[in-house]
C-alpha cells in the first residue's frame, strides 16, 4: 500500500484539534506542506484531502459510483432535513427528480418580479433609516424572504424561520467538530436550544402544508409545484416538509453570504464594481464558496495518483482551497471579476472551478441561486455604492458554511 503524506497530528486525536482550531488553516497548510493529495487523521477516522482537479474529478464524477455520501456530515444535516436532496439514501434521488425541473433556467426567470420587488423594499428601508448597514443581516434576511416567497407564495414568517435556521447550522457544524456526540445515541440528547429550533421550523412549515390542503386554492409557489409532482397519491407531509426544509437550508444562507462578500468586495474595489452582475458573482463564489467542504466516502478500495484509499475511508475536497491555485488562477486573493469573461475562462481546467460541486450530486440549487445573486447586484448597482465602514473588517468564518466574523457595516451612498 502507498500511503500519502500528510501531517502527523497527536497520538491518539490526530489533526482534529488543529481542525477544530482552524479547519481552513489546517488544510492550506497540509496542502503546501505535502502536496494536493494529503492523509489526515482524525481520531480513528482516516481522510485524504484531495486539491488536484483530475483527482476530484475522479471521485465527484468519472468514479463517483466507488464513492457515496454515507459521511459524518451529511448524517448530521439529516437529522434537520430528513430523507431528503442532502441524505445519502433513495430519497435523495426521487428528491433531484422531483425538485430538478422546478430550478432550472427558464423555471427561474420567473421569479425575477419577486427578486426585484423585495431588493427594492430593502433598499427603501435604508434610505429611510439612512445610516451605515450591516450587508451581513441585510442580504440574510432579504434572501431568506425571497425564498420563502418562492417556495410559500407569501412573506411568510421569514424572520423566525432565519433565525431558526441560523441555530439549527450552528449546531449541526458543532457536531461535526466534535469527535463525540451523544445526539448519535438518542436525539433526545441534542441540546436544548437545536431542539426548540428544529421545532419551531416544523411548525411554521407543517402549518403552511396543512393549511394549503384545506384550502385547495392553486398557488403559484414551488410548495404547490411540489404537491402536484408526487403522482396520484401524492408525497406525504413529511416528504414535503423534508423538501421544504431543505431548500429553506441549502437556499438561503449560501447565496446570502455570496452577496454579502460581493458588496464588500464592490465597496473596496469600485473599478470591479462595474463588471457585469454575472462576473462579479462568479468571482465572488470562487474566493468564497459557501460550500467550501465536500465529504465522500469510499465504498470499495480505490487509488487515486500515487496514492490507495482504503474503503470506508473518508475523502475531502475544499473548493475554497482549489479556487485559490495560483497555477489555475493568478494572483488568487486578488478579487477580479474580469477572470470569467470569455476569453479568460478559455483553457482553464473545466473541473478547477467547482462553488456547487460537480457530477451526479452537483448543487441542484445552482440556477436559482445565480439569478438571484446577479439580480440583487444589478438592483443594488442602478440604485447605490455601498462603502466599507472599516476596510479591515471582513475575515472568513467556516461553518456549515463560509460565513463573515461579525458584522460588516457599509455606508450606502445613493445614485
Known amino acids: 500500500m502507498t500511503r500519502a503524506p500528510g501531517p502527523r497530528g497527536r497520538f491518539v486525536s490526530g489533526v482534529w484539534p488543529a481542525f477544530q482550531r482552524d479547519p481552513i488553516g489546517l488544510l492550506q497548510s497540509s496542502v503546501q506542506t505535502h502536496g494536493d493529495i494529503v492523509?489526515?487523521?482524525?481520531?480513528?477516522?482516516?481522510?485524504?484531502?484531495?486539491?488536484?482537479?483530475d483527482a476530484i474529478a475522479h471521485v465527484l464524477s468519472r468514479h463517483a459510483d466507488r464513492y457515496d455520501k454515507r459521511t459524518r456530515s451529511v448524517g448530521q444535516i439529516a437529522k434537520s432535513c430528513g430523507a431528503s436532496l442532502l441524505s445519502a439514501g433513495p430519497e435523495a434521488a426521487q428528491?433531484?427528480?422531483?425538485?430538478?425541473?422546478?430550478?432550472?433556467?427558464?423555471?427561474?426567470?420567473?421569479?425575477?418580479?419577486?427578486?426585484?420587488?423585495?431588493?427594492?423594499?430593502?433598499?427603501?428601508?435604508w434610505r429611510t433609516q439612512g445610516g451605515p448597514v450591516d450587508v451581513v443581516?441585510?442580504?440574510?434576511?432579504?434572501?431568506?424572504?425571497?425564498?420563502?416567497?418562492?417556495?410559500?407564495?407569501?412573506?411568510?414568517?421569514?424572520a423566525r424561520i432565519e433565525a431558526a435556521l441560523a441555530v439549527i447550522l450552528d449546531d449541526t457544524w458543532r457536531r461535526i467538530q466534535a469527535p463525540l456526540n451523544l445526539s448519535n445515541l438518542s436525539p433526545r440528547f441534542h441540546r436544548r436550544a437545536f431542539r426548540q429550533a428544529l421545532a419551531e421550523v416544523d411548525r411554521i412549515v407543517l402549518d403552511i402544508i396543512?393549511?394549503?390542503?384545506?384550502?385547495?386554492?392553486?398557488?403559484?409557489?414551488?410548495?404547490?409545484?411540489?404537491?402536484?409532482?408526487g403522482g396520484d397519491a401524492g408525497l406525504s407531509d413529511q416528504a414535503l416538509r423534508d423538501a421544504v426544509v431543505t431548500l429553506l437550508l441549502a437556499g438561503h444562507e449560501t447565496?446570502?453570504?455570496?452577496?454579502?462578500?460581493?458588496?464588500?468586495?464592490?465597496?473596496?474595489?469600485?473599478?470591479?464594481?462595474?463588471?457585469?452582475?454575472?462576473?462579479?458573482?462568479?468571482?465572488t463564489i470562487r474566493l468564497y464558496p459557501s460550500i467550501w467542504i465536500i465529504e465522500r466516502r469510499a465504498v470499495v478500495a480505490d487509488t487515486?495518483?500515487?496514492?490507495?484509499?482504503?474503503?470506508?475511508?473518508?475523502?475531502?475536497?475544499?473548493?475554497?482551497?482549489?479556487h485559490r491555485n495560483d497555477a489555475v488562477f493568478p494572483a488568487p486573493d486578488v478579487f477580479d471579476p474580469s477572470r470569467f469573461d470569455s476569453d479568460a475562462a478559455q483553457g482553464r481546467h473545466r473541473h478547477a472551478y467547482l462553488p456547487f460541486g460537480l457530477g451526479q450530486h452537483r448543487c441542484?440549487?445552482?440556477?436559482?441561486?445565480?439569478?438571484?445573486?446577479?439580480?440583487?447586484?444589478?438592483?443594488?448597482?442602478?440604485n447605490v455604492s455601498l462603502m466599507p465602514v472599516d476596510p479591515t473588517a471582513a475575515?472568513?468564518?467556516?461553518?456549515?458554511?463560509?460565513?463573515?466574523k461579525g458584522p460588516l457595516w457599509m455606508q450606502p451612498d445613493w445614485r
Open 395 to 404: 475575515q472568513p468564518d467556516p461553518g456549515m458554511t463560509l460565513r463573515h
Open 137 to 158: 443581516h441585510e442580504m440574510m434576511t432579504l434572501v431568506c424572504r425571497i425564498v420563502a416567497r418562492l417556495l410559500f407564495g407569501a412573506d411568510v414568517q421569514a
Open 364 to 382: 441542484i440549487g445552482l440556477h436559482l441561486a445565480q439569478w438571484i445573486g446577479q439580480a440583487v447586484i444589478a438592483a443594488l448597482h442602478d
Open 39 to 53: 492523509r489526515l487523521r482524525f481520531g480513528p477516522i482516516i481522510a485524504h484531502l484531495l486539491n488536484d482537479p
Open 95 to 125: 428528491h433531484r427528480t422531483l425538485i430538478q425541473p422546478l430550478l432550472q433556467p427558464n423555471a427561474v426567470r420567473r421569479y425575477t418580479p419577486v427578486i426585484t420587488q423585495m431588493t427594492d423594499q430593502m433598499l427603501s428601508i
Open 304 to 322: 487515486i495518483g500515487d496514492f490507495d484509499i482504503p474503503k470506508g475511508s473518508y475523502v475531502l475536497i475544499s473548493p475554497y482551497l482549489l
Open 210 to 229: 396543512a393549511s394549503r390542503r384545506d384550502d385547495r386554492t392553486a398557488q403559484d409557489d414551488v410548495l404547490q409545484l411540489l404537491m402536484q409532482s
Open 255 to 283: 447565496t446570502a453570504n455570496a452577496l454579502a462578500w460581493a458588496m464588500w468586495h464592490c465597496g473596496l474595489d469600485p473599478e470591479a464594481a462595474k463588471a457585469p452582475p454575472e462576473q462579479i458573482f462568479a468571482e
